[in-house]
């Protein structure tokens, strides 16, 4: 019996727009297995949150297409189920927690009648019934009073509070694969830490995937079995968490690794990558990365390299190892 819960192969999602055609997914391949948490990386705009949109089949129309590939869940193609079945899956056997939980959370309606609509819809639970989940989901959430928070209204809430509604959303069908788009972006740092020992807890608890979308490399660090590496919607490197930052091999890998600050580390400035992520619609010849890279080669500027395997699970696309596969 196979061990990956979801299998990605040869994603490409593209965005037609008056200006040109954006590649922001461009033939993205990776899996993630049953109770693995797989954290994808990269600087804004690599596609990170695309790759999850495109998961849910949730990429907006009629700009952005899913123009090829396959998207393997459970032995069954997400891409070529009709609305029916996507439904089912989606939200019930693979939910998303979204990057801001202010523009997610509906401003007219009360927190406990959002999550009871999903416990409703999916698990054909009684009115009743489902408010009374929803108290038991927002307490294992660590929402302080859940009785009287269940009626309260999104803006009432701090940031921190609306991220754990968010998350208790989530979870509330016991779903097989969690997607984590930027789940502690615009949080203080213990609030940070708290919405993250929450999501560990709740691995264990519920037996899920996560799949987890972030730019945060100490939250890699502390959550992540396995790392993907994106930059202009492509995969640089992928790699075991603590194979990844103990032995980084892509130039784009090792600067971020270079800009997270070290404590008790004096820097006179912090390390940052130098110029920026290209213009989508117009992107350089051969590696993508090569304006910004310090060890850019001939071949660089000239042909783009792929994936090539380099150790056990880690796999780099960069002509300093070599021709990829």
């Given amino acids: 019996m196979s061990k990956d819960l979801l299998e990605v192969k040869n994603l490409k999602t593209y965005f037609h727009t008056e200006e040109g055609i ?35 089949r949730l990429v907006p129309k009629p700009i952005g297409k899913i123009e090829s590939g396959e998207i393997i869940f459970e032995g069954k193609d997400i891409l070529t189920m009709d609305k029916n079945d996507i439904r ?26 959002q999550i009871e609509e999903v416990l409703i819809l999916h698990k054909r639970l009684t009115k009743k019934e489902a408010r009374e989940e929803t108290i038991k989901l927002l307490s294992m959430v660590r929402v ?16 921190g509070m609306r991220q754990r509604v968010v998350i208790a959303m989530a979870i509330a069908c016991n779903p097989k694969l969690l997607i984590a788009d930027e789940p502690t972006t615009a ?16 691995k ?20 992540a079995d396995y ?34 600050p070290v404590i008790n580390k004096l820097q006179s400035e912090l390390y940052s990558i130098k110029g920026q992520v290209p213009n989508p619609l117009e992107m350089p010849e051969g590696c993508y990365f090569n304006p910004r890279c310090k060890m850019a080669k001939d071949i660089c500027r000239k042909k783009r390299p792929s994936l090539k395997e380099v150790g056990e699970g880690h796999s780099v696309s960069c002509w300093l190892y070599g021709e990829g596969k």
């Fill in 204 to 223: 264990e608890k519920i037996n899920t995937s996560i799949m987890l979308i972030t730019h945060d490399l100490g939250v890699v660090a502390e959550m």
């Fill in 22 to 56: 954006v590649k922001a997914v461009d033939d993205v391949s990776f899996k993630i297995k049953k109770k693995e948490t797989l954290a994808v990386v990269g600087e804004s705009g690599c596609g990170k949150s695309i790759t999850a949109m495109s998961i849910m």
């Fill in 227 to 260: 790392v993907v590496v994106m930059y202009s919607g492509k995969i640089v490197e992928e790699a075991p968490v603590i194979e990844l930052y103990e032995n980084p091999k892509h130039p784009y890998t090792i600067g971020l690794l270079k800009s997270k």
């Fill in 88 to 113: 089912d899956v989606r939200g019930n056997q693979i939910s998303l927690i979204f990057q801001e939980p202010m523009t997610s959370l509906n401003p007219v309606f009360t927190i406990g009648y």
């Fill in 144 to 159: 302080p009073r859940a009785e009287e928070i269940v009626d309260c209204y999104p803006y009432e809430l701090s940031g």
């Fill in 187 to 202: 949080l203080d740092v213990t609030i940070q830490a708290q919405i993250l020992d929450i999501m560990r807890e709740l």
